[in-house]
Protein backbone atom coordinates (compact mmCIF):
# COMPACT_ATOMS: atom_id res chain seq x y z
CA UNK A 1 0.00 0.00 0.00
CA UNK A 2 1.32 3.70 -0.80
CA UNK A 3 0.39 5.01 2.36
CA UNK A 4 2.60 2.45 4.07
CA UNK A 5 5.26 3.00 2.55
CA UNK A 6 4.92 6.92 2.53
CA UNK A 7 4.48 6.51 6.38
CA UNK A 8 7.41 4.62 6.48
CA UNK A 9 10.04 6.31 4.76
CA UNK A 10 8.55 10.24 6.12
CA UNK A 11 11.25 12.17 6.98
CA UNK A 12 10.66 15.33 9.06
CA UNK A 13 9.67 17.56 7.17
CA UNK A 14 7.31 15.34 5.60
CA UNK A 15 6.00 14.62 9.17
CA UNK A 16 5.39 18.61 10.03
CA UNK A 17 3.74 18.76 6.28
CA UNK A 18 1.05 16.20 7.17
CA UNK A 19 0.06 17.23 11.17
CA UNK A 20 -0.35 20.92 9.30
CA UNK A 21 -2.65 19.18 6.89
CA UNK A 22 -4.48 17.36 9.28
CA UNK A 23 -4.55 20.46 11.71
CA UNK A 24 -5.95 22.70 8.90
CA UNK A 25 -9.11 20.36 8.33
CA UNK A 26 -10.30 19.86 11.67
CA UNK A 27 -10.01 23.67 12.14
CA UNK A 28 -11.84 24.15 9.11
CA UNK A 29 -14.55 21.86 9.89
CA UNK A 30 -14.78 23.26 13.20
CA UNK A 31 -15.69 27.11 11.65
CA UNK A 32 -17.63 25.77 8.97
CA UNK A 33 -19.60 23.81 12.24
CA UNK A 34 -20.30 21.30 9.77
CA UNK A 35 -19.13 17.97 7.82
CA UNK A 36 -20.87 16.35 4.87
CA UNK A 37 -23.94 14.70 6.41
CA UNK A 38 -23.47 16.70 10.25
CA UNK A 39 -22.83 18.86 12.00
CA UNK A 40 -19.81 19.76 14.38
CA UNK A 41 -20.06 21.66 17.40
CA UNK A 42 -16.67 22.27 18.86
CA UNK A 43 -15.44 18.44 20.27
CA UNK A 44 -18.48 17.44 19.34
CA UNK A 45 -19.82 15.89 15.96
CA UNK A 46 -23.10 14.81 15.31
CA UNK A 47 -23.33 13.03 11.83
CA UNK A 48 -27.19 12.72 10.75
CA UNK A 49 -26.96 11.22 6.70
CA UNK A 50 -24.59 8.67 5.64
CA UNK A 51 -24.24 5.78 3.78
CA UNK A 52 -21.80 3.58 5.27
CA UNK A 53 -19.81 3.50 8.64
CA UNK A 54 -16.53 1.93 9.78
CA UNK A 55 -14.96 2.37 13.50
CA UNK A 56 -11.62 1.58 14.35
CA UNK A 57 -10.80 1.86 18.03
CA UNK A 58 -7.69 2.05 19.57
CA UNK A 59 -4.33 1.11 17.74
CA UNK A 60 -1.69 2.19 20.14
CA UNK A 61 1.62 2.29 17.31
CA UNK A 62 -0.10 -0.92 15.51
CA UNK A 63 0.22 0.76 12.05
CA UNK A 64 0.24 -2.91 10.57
CA UNK A 65 -3.06 -3.78 12.25
CA UNK A 66 -4.24 -0.37 10.63
CA UNK A 67 -3.02 -0.78 7.05
CA UNK A 68 -4.60 -4.92 7.04
CA UNK A 69 -7.88 -2.93 8.16
CA UNK A 70 -7.75 0.10 5.55
CA UNK A 71 -7.09 -2.63 2.81
CA UNK A 72 -9.86 -4.48 3.83
CA UNK A 73 -12.23 -1.48 4.02
CA UNK A 74 -11.01 -0.69 0.28
CA UNK A 75 -10.11 2.64 1.90
CA UNK A 76 -9.41 4.71 -1.59
CA UNK A 77 -13.24 3.82 -2.92
CA UNK A 78 -14.78 3.73 0.40
CA UNK A 79 -13.39 7.26 1.90
CA UNK A 80 -14.27 8.90 -1.58
CA UNK A 81 -17.67 9.23 -1.15
CA UNK A 82 -18.43 12.03 1.71
CA UNK A 83 -21.10 10.33 2.82
CA UNK A 84 -19.37 6.92 4.20
CA UNK A 85 -17.71 7.54 7.61
CA UNK A 86 -14.46 6.20 9.39
CA UNK A 87 -14.79 6.97 12.83
CA UNK A 88 -11.22 6.37 15.04
CA UNK A 89 -12.07 6.08 18.61
CA UNK A 90 -8.52 7.52 19.70
CA UNK A 91 -5.14 6.12 21.43
CA UNK A 92 -3.17 6.10 18.30
CA UNK A 93 0.04 6.55 19.61
CA UNK A 94 2.11 4.99 22.84
CA UNK A 95 3.13 0.79 23.61
CA UNK A 96 3.33 -0.58 20.01
CA UNK A 97 6.33 -0.01 18.13
CA UNK A 98 5.44 2.63 14.96
CA UNK A 99 2.93 5.28 17.13
CA UNK A 100 4.78 7.55 14.56
CA UNK A 101 3.44 5.25 11.27
CA UNK A 102 -0.54 5.25 12.57
CA UNK A 103 0.00 9.44 13.29
CA UNK A 104 1.35 9.43 9.98
CA UNK A 105 -1.45 7.66 8.54
CA UNK A 106 -4.08 9.12 10.01
CA UNK A 107 -3.30 12.54 9.22
CA UNK A 108 -3.17 11.84 5.67
CA UNK A 109 -6.67 10.05 6.29
CA UNK A 110 -7.85 13.33 7.62
CA UNK A 111 -6.47 15.92 5.22
CA UNK A 112 -7.16 13.93 1.86
CA UNK A 113 -10.85 12.99 3.00
CA UNK A 114 -12.30 15.53 5.63
CA UNK A 115 -15.41 14.80 5.34
CA UNK A 116 -15.23 11.15 5.46
CA UNK A 117 -12.75 10.82 8.50
CA UNK A 118 -13.45 11.68 12.35
CA UNK A 119 -10.44 11.80 14.47
CA UNK A 120 -11.80 11.24 17.86
CA UNK A 121 -9.29 11.60 20.79
CA UNK A 122 -8.01 9.21 23.13
CA UNK A 123 -6.66 9.56 26.54
CA UNK A 124 -3.08 9.31 25.01
CA UNK A 125 -3.85 12.32 23.04
CA UNK A 126 -4.61 14.19 26.49
CA UNK A 127 -3.68 17.36 27.23
CA UNK A 128 -0.29 17.62 29.10
CA UNK A 129 -1.48 18.55 32.43
CA UNK A 130 -2.90 15.04 32.63
CA UNK A 131 -0.23 13.16 33.91
CA UNK A 132 -0.20 9.72 32.87
CA UNK A 133 1.96 6.41 32.02
CA UNK A 134 3.08 4.85 29.34
CA UNK A 135 3.77 7.37 27.09
CA UNK A 136 6.49 6.47 25.10
CA UNK A 137 5.73 8.73 21.84
CA UNK A 138 7.97 11.71 22.75
CA UNK A 139 11.04 8.55 22.86
CA UNK A 140 10.13 7.52 19.54
CA UNK A 141 9.98 11.37 18.20
CA UNK A 142 13.24 11.56 19.34
CA UNK A 143 15.07 8.36 17.69
CA UNK A 144 13.52 8.62 14.69
CA UNK A 145 13.73 12.62 14.20
CA UNK A 146 16.75 13.79 16.68
CA UNK A 147 17.06 17.03 16.21
CA UNK A 148 13.77 18.00 14.86
CA UNK A 149 12.10 16.22 17.60
CA UNK A 150 10.73 18.72 19.76
CA UNK A 151 8.84 20.95 16.94
CA UNK A 152 7.13 17.69 15.84
CA UNK A 153 5.97 16.32 19.36
CA UNK A 154 4.69 20.14 19.87
CA UNK A 155 2.90 20.24 16.82
CA UNK A 156 1.17 17.06 17.35
CA UNK A 157 -0.08 18.47 20.73
CA UNK A 158 -1.59 21.20 19.17
CA UNK A 159 -3.76 19.25 16.81
CA UNK A 160 -4.52 16.48 19.77
CA UNK A 161 -6.69 19.64 20.89
CA UNK A 162 -8.82 20.19 18.06
CA UNK A 163 -9.68 15.77 18.33
CA UNK A 164 -12.95 15.07 18.10
CA UNK A 165 -14.55 14.01 21.78
CA UNK A 166 -17.61 12.66 21.18
CA UNK A 167 -20.02 11.60 17.98
CA UNK A 168 -23.15 10.81 17.29
CA UNK A 169 -24.41 8.84 14.05
CA UNK A 170 -27.83 9.00 13.07
CA UNK A 171 -29.34 9.21 16.98
CA UNK A 172 -28.40 5.28 17.30
CA UNK A 173 -24.77 5.53 18.47
CA UNK A 174 -22.64 7.67 21.07
CA UNK A 175 -18.84 7.02 20.44
CA UNK A 176 -16.51 8.30 22.98
CA UNK A 177 -12.69 6.89 23.16
CA UNK A 178 -13.43 6.09 27.42
CA UNK A 179 -16.65 6.67 28.96
CA UNK A 180 -19.25 9.37 29.84
CA UNK A 181 -18.98 11.83 32.51
CA UNK A 182 -20.80 11.01 36.03
CA UNK A 183 -21.72 14.22 37.12
CA UNK A 184 -24.74 16.12 35.36
CA UNK A 185 -23.10 17.54 32.18
CA UNK A 186 -25.03 18.45 29.01
CA UNK A 187 -24.52 17.84 25.46
CA UNK A 188 -22.94 21.10 25.18
CA UNK A 189 -20.49 20.29 27.76
CA UNK A 190 -18.94 17.86 26.06
CA UNK A 191 -18.11 20.15 23.00
CA UNK A 192 -16.51 22.15 24.93
CA UNK A 193 -14.72 19.83 27.05
CA UNK A 194 -11.51 20.78 25.70
CA UNK A 195 -12.06 24.36 26.77
CA UNK A 196 -12.89 23.60 30.40
CA UNK A 197 -10.65 20.91 30.96
CA UNK A 198 -8.82 22.44 33.83
CA UNK A 199 -12.37 23.48 35.62
CA UNK A 200 -14.11 20.39 34.66
CA UNK A 201 -13.93 16.60 35.01
CA UNK A 202 -15.73 16.02 31.68
CA UNK A 203 -12.38 15.88 29.49
CA UNK A 204 -10.93 13.71 31.76
CA UNK A 205 -14.02 11.23 32.15
CA UNK A 206 -14.50 11.42 28.37
CA UNK A 207 -11.15 9.72 27.84
CA UNK A 208 -9.67 7.91 30.90
CA UNK A 209 -14.18 6.14 31.83
CA UNK A 210 -14.33 2.52 32.04
CA UNK A 211 -17.70 1.28 32.20
CA UNK A 212 -18.35 -1.13 35.14
CA UNK A 213 -21.64 -3.04 36.92
CA UNK A 214 -22.19 -0.47 40.01
CA UNK A 215 -25.46 -0.87 41.45
CA UNK A 216 -25.45 1.33 43.99
CA UNK A 217 -25.71 5.05 44.11
CA UNK A 218 -24.12 7.27 42.91
CA UNK A 219 -23.72 4.68 39.78
CA UNK A 220 -19.80 5.38 40.18
CA UNK A 221 -16.37 4.59 41.76
CA UNK A 222 -12.76 5.69 41.89
CA UNK A 223 -10.88 3.87 38.77
CA UNK A 224 -7.85 2.24 39.52
CA UNK A 225 -5.94 3.89 36.61
CA UNK A 226 -5.86 7.15 38.60
CA UNK A 227 -7.43 9.37 36.28
CA UNK A 228 -10.88 8.98 35.40
CA UNK A 229 -13.97 7.13 37.08
CA UNK A 230 -15.76 3.52 36.79
CA UNK A 231 -19.01 4.34 35.36
CA UNK A 232 -22.80 1.84 35.95
CA UNK A 233 -25.56 1.76 33.57
CA UNK A 234 -27.39 4.55 35.05
CA UNK A 235 -24.86 7.04 33.34
CA UNK A 236 -25.64 4.68 30.40
CA UNK A 237 -29.44 4.70 30.36
CA UNK A 238 -28.49 8.96 31.30
CA UNK A 239 -26.28 9.47 28.48
CA UNK A 240 -28.24 7.57 25.96
CA UNK A 241 -31.31 9.82 26.60
CA UNK A 242 -29.37 12.41 26.82
CA UNK A 243 -27.98 12.22 23.15
CA UNK A 244 -30.69 9.91 21.87
CA UNK A 245 -28.47 7.00 20.94
CA UNK A 246 -29.06 3.50 21.20
CA UNK A 247 -25.59 2.41 21.78
CA UNK A 248 -22.35 4.06 23.66
CA UNK A 249 -19.40 2.45 21.62
CA UNK A 250 -16.16 3.19 23.06
CA UNK A 251 -12.18 2.00 23.37
CA UNK A 252 -9.83 2.32 26.15
CA UNK A 253 -9.83 -1.27 27.01
CA UNK A 254 -8.13 -4.05 25.26
CA UNK A 255 -10.48 -7.19 24.83
CA UNK A 256 -11.04 -9.93 22.27
CA UNK A 257 -12.01 -6.88 19.70
CA UNK A 258 -15.28 -6.13 21.49
CA UNK A 259 -17.16 -6.42 25.06
CA UNK A 260 -21.01 -5.44 26.00
CA UNK A 261 -21.27 -4.07 29.15
CA UNK A 262 -24.62 -2.78 30.98
CA UNK A 263 -26.91 -5.06 29.61
CA UNK A 264 -26.90 -3.74 25.43
CA UNK A 265 -26.02 -0.17 26.19
CA UNK A 266 -22.13 -0.41 25.97
CA UNK A 267 -19.68 -1.66 23.36
CA UNK A 268 -16.33 -1.44 24.08
CA UNK A 269 -14.34 -1.98 20.41
CA UNK A 270 -10.19 -2.35 20.69
CA UNK A 271 -8.57 -2.52 16.50
CA UNK A 272 -4.61 -3.40 17.84
CA UNK A 273 -3.24 -6.76 18.67
CA UNK A 274 1.11 -5.73 18.61
CA UNK A 275 1.30 -4.64 22.02
CA UNK A 276 -1.47 -7.16 22.96
CA UNK A 277 -0.86 -10.52 22.18
CA UNK A 278 -3.38 -12.21 23.94
CA UNK A 279 -6.21 -10.16 23.15
CA UNK A 280 -7.91 -9.50 19.86
CA UNK A 281 -8.15 -6.57 17.49
CA UNK A 282 -11.53 -6.02 15.44
CA UNK A 283 -13.47 -3.29 13.82
CA UNK A 284 -16.75 -2.02 12.85
CA UNK A 285 -18.30 -1.75 9.27
CA UNK A 286 -22.01 -1.37 8.17
CA UNK A 287 -24.35 0.70 5.80
CA UNK A 288 -27.07 3.04 6.96
CA UNK A 289 -29.76 0.23 6.52
CA UNK A 290 -28.15 -2.07 9.06
CA UNK A 291 -27.73 1.23 11.58
CA UNK A 292 -31.25 1.77 11.35
CA UNK A 293 -31.80 -1.69 12.21
CA UNK A 294 -29.87 -1.64 15.63
CA UNK A 295 -31.18 -1.33 19.03
CA UNK A 296 -29.14 -2.01 21.20
CA UNK A 297 -25.24 -3.48 21.22
CA UNK A 298 -26.11 -7.14 20.87
CA UNK A 299 -27.73 -5.72 17.39
CA UNK A 300 -24.28 -3.87 16.57
CA UNK A 301 -21.87 -6.91 17.30
CA UNK A 302 -23.49 -8.87 14.37
CA UNK A 303 -21.02 -5.88 12.27
CA UNK A 304 -17.68 -6.75 14.32
CA UNK A 305 -15.10 -7.96 11.91
CA UNK A 306 -11.73 -9.35 12.83
CA UNK A 307 -8.86 -8.05 10.36
CA UNK A 308 -7.38 -11.26 8.95
CA UNK A 309 -3.47 -10.77 10.45
CA UNK A 310 -0.96 -12.28 8.97
MN1 LIG B 1 -7.29 4.65 26.25
Redesign the pocket.
Known amino acids: MQLERSAAKANAPDFLKQIGLALGALQAERQKKSIAGGKVNGGLVEIQKLEKLAVVS?LHGDSKSLFRILSELNYEQFLSDPMNKLVFL??YVDRGSDSMGVMYAVCHLKSTYPDSVVLMR???EAPAEFPFSSHNLPYEIEERFGSCSKEVYQRLLSMFKLLTLATVVRQKLLLV??GLPTENATMESLATAQENHIRSRVLEEL??NDPRQIDIEPGWEMSRRGLGRHFGSGVSRMWLQRSGAKVIVR???PCQGFRLDHDGAVMTLFSCKEAYPKFKAAYLALTAGQLDDINDARDLSRYVRFPELL
Open positions: DGDGNHHGLWGHE
